[in-house]
């Protein structure tokens, strides 16, 4: 039983071990700029980073989406490619509060 | 050559304006009348013609004697009846099928009302002349080769049809197989020129008389400019603009008077049942598409709005609703409406349902976003559509009061009959309503803000930058935002406060890409002479359909301030094939570029800045470095202050 949550505990954490590099260069072999910005910002699709929302729930919509995305399953999206995806959107900086930029506050 | 005497234009002018004297319906506007103090006083219409006249219509000016052709030719009465409609512009490109009116507008009618504009594609005519309706709120002309031309024209005049705009297209087509010249001319000849775009144009006609196109044209422009507006066209032959005029026995040429028709308003009992159900509406929702065809039709639709304290969600087609107001909502707000007002909708059935592409065998699945119950109101010049084949009136979506009749025609009518179908037991619901509105549309401004503040520094630089940036540049300016035809770029609407009907000129209509250049192009020339700063968001791929555009601009010196969206890349299309593929469970071919092949525009990148300069625009790029952009555009804001194009080549995130 130990063993077996040990084991779990492994698969948790290597879902969350990707490279944001390599995160970074699949984000865009993939596609997943196209709607979501290079900095996964949003635009026609949702805004993904800063502070994306928990793996888990990244994961199920990424591989089961029905809505406007399409989903990406394992043969076109491999867990290690999702991983460093994830990565990569976790490694984006949180952005500046918006009252301190003048240009959004003309 | 020898040059023509300009006499002879003076004797011929006078000659015409006394046929048309002496017409029964006869009235030319000034600028069709010789801009000279030797012109003989015009008799009036009421009288008969004088001697000298009823002798000049049968005889030939002396002058026009010694011409190849005897006699006056028929394209010079063409351009009399042409400039009784107070056209401004006719963009064109030239060619030989209408060689003969081409002359007569600019030797005999002086280059002026209209001014030919040189282009150098048919779309970008017909592009330009759609913009600058949306502008000025009056039509173009534009003449095209009866065939290619023609062929050329046709996605830019379906995307007028779409858009409701008039354009006057005049083809040029040889009909008589038997005298037309043998070769390339008779290759671009057709029986019937028009039926390329009979299906997309409100109306058509082949004259085969002068007094035939008198009518005809008159006709053709009063067809254009009733609600709903759209494109028509008139085939012109060869042989009728060349000859001379041979008048009938007994007959005098005339030009029709021509008059605006009201535009159409909907049905009193409907306009009442209508008002009935929004003032017992617990949350009516007003959904505006084009329907505020004047800036007055903004007015009514906030006066409309207030009275309910209803939210109002602005499609876009036009600026119907200013975003700053604290009933403007999103989309999303149909969702919680009991009574939904559509005003002159493009797509009901697309408001208050949902389309996911993404169901099962690869077909998109249906939903609706409406509550059980919800009641649909339309007032819409078009939900009945008179052609069948192309497919712009979209899904049929039934409606409990369904009215045929111009949106902007029928609001006095619908307030009239709102304020007294509403009483004091509905002041407390009204109230409430209000106070709602206020407080989610500050929370939707902050929203906004901060959405856009993600990614701020990112280079290739971000869409709420760009126009950020770009709006510190012209907040000062009455400016107008001509063209942002990129799918999904709504930046500008969440962010600039858009107050004004000429501060958002809506889109193509037909979603034919090749648009927005030579749209923003004929909106800045509307908007150069209306006193008007003109800023556009180029997209890349619509420039390079046909951007000979951009010579156009420079050569008649219309000032447009360009800021390029350049993502490099058919976006929209690239997510259709990555789409596909993943639906397929295929890991999608993207070769060497970003994006699926076929859908990129990279390897090697396209200088849109050069391109530009070559054709005698101020430009600047690449701009990848946010930091570069403002000063930027502080010279390009000056450069299209001092009455030239500017262009900067900036490299944007996707969206």
Known sequence: MRFAAFLLLLVALDAHAGSADDGKAAFIRHGCYECHGFAGQGGVGKRLAPEPMAFEAFSAIVRNSTNAMPPYQKAILSDADLASIYAYLRSIPKAPDYTSIPLLNQ | ?655
């Open chain 2, 1 to 655: 050559m020898a040059r023509k005497n300009p006499r002879v234009k003076l004797e011929r002018r006078k000659f015409l304006t006394g046929a048309v004297a002496a017409g029964a319906a006869s009235a030319l506007s000034p600028a069709a009348r010789p801009a000279t103090s030797q012109e003989a006083p015009r008799a009036p219409s009421a009288l008969p013609p004088s001697a000298q006249v009823a002798a000049a219509e049968t005889g030939i000016p002396a002058a026009l004697a010694q011409s190849r052709i005897k006699g006056v030719p028929g394209s010079d009465f063409m351009v009399d009846v042409i400039k009784t409609l107070d056209i401004k512009y006719l963009p064109s490109n030239c060619a030989s099928s209408f060689r003969g009116i081409h002359e007569s507008l600019i030797d005999y009618g002086g280059n002026r009302m209209p001014e030919f504009l040189s282009c150098m594609h048919e779309e970008s005519a017909v592009g330009m002349a759609h913009g600058y309706f949306k502008a000025a709120g009056k039509p173009l002309l534009t003449l095209c080769h009866g065939t290619v031309g023609l062929q050329h024209a046709s996605m830019a005049i379906y995307n007028a049809y779409c858009d409701h705009v008039p354009v006057i297209v005049v083809g040029g087509n040889d009909l008589d197989a038997a005298r037309r010249p043998p070769g390339v001319p008779t290759i671009h000849s057709a029986q019937d020129i028009n039926a390329l775009v009979r299906d997309f144009t409100k109306w058509d006609d082949t004259p085969v008389s002068l007094q035939h196109f008198a009518q005809s044209f008159v006709r053709a422009y009063k067809i254009a400019m009733t609600p709903p507006y759209g494109p028509v066209m008139l085939s012109l032959d060869g042989g009728l603009q060349q000859e001379p005029i041979h008048p009938r026995e007994g007959e005098k040429l005339y030009i029709p008077r021509y008059v605006p028709t009201a535009p159409p308003q909907a049905d009193s009992g409907a306009v009442k049942e209508a008002a009935r159900l929004l003032a017992g509406a617990q949350n009516p929702v007003i959904v505006a598409d084009r329907a505020a065809r004047t800036a007055n039709g903004m007015s009514l639709l906030v006066q409309l709005a207030e009275l309910l304290q209803a939210r109002v969600v602005d499609q876009g087609g036009r600026m119907n609703f200013p975003n700053t107001h604290y009933l403007r909502a999103g989309p999303a707000v149909v969702a919680s409406g009991d009574v939904i007002l559509g005003l002159e909708l493009t797509d009901f059935w697309g408001t208050v349902n949902a389309f996911t592409d993404n169901g099962e065998d690869g077909i998109g699945q249906n939903s609706a976003r409406l509550k059980p119950g919800t009641r649909l109101i339309s007032i819409s010049s078009s939900e009945t559509p008179s052609k069948s084949n192309y497919q712009n009136f979209q899904r049929f979506q039934s409606v409990d009061v369904s009215m045929d009749g111009d949106a902007e025609a029928t609001l006095p009518a619908l307030i009239e009959a709102l304020k007294a179908a509403l009483s004091s037991s509905h002041q407390d619901a009204i109230r409430k309503r209000g106070e709602a509105a206020r407080k989610a549309h500050a929370q939707a401004r902050a929203r906004a803000r901060e959405e856009a503040a993600v990614a701020w520094d990112a280079s290739p630089i971000s869409t709420a930058r760009l126009v950020m940036e770009t709006f510190a540049h012209i907040k000062d300016l009455d400016w107008s935002l001509v063209g942002a035809d990129s799918p999904g770029f709504m930046w500008p609407h969440r962010l600039w406060p858009m107050e004004k009907h000429h501060q958002w000129l809506g889109r193509s209509g037909g979603y034919g890409v090749g648009y927005g250049a030579p749209a923003s192009i004929g909106a800045a020339l509307a908007n150069r002479d209306l006193g008007r700063f003109s800023v556009s968001f180029q997209p890349d791929g619509d420039l390079m359909y046909a951007p000979g555009v951009l010579w156009t601009a420079a050569r008649h010196k219309i000032p447009l301030l360009a800021v390029m969206h350049n993502n490099r890349g058919y976006h929209q299309e690239l997510m259709h094939v990555q789409r596909m593929a993943n639906f397929r469970n295929r890991v999608c071919n993207i070769g060497n570029d970003i994006g699926p092949v076929g859908t990129a525009i990279q390897n090697p990148d396209i200088e849109y800045h050069k391109l530009a300069q070559s054709m005698g625009w101020w430009a600047k790029g690449p701009i990848k470095d946010p930091a570069e952009l403002g000063p930027a555009l502080k010279e390009a804001v000056a450069v299209v202050k001092s009455g030239q194009p500017a262009l900067l080549n900036t490299w944007t995130q996707p969206r």
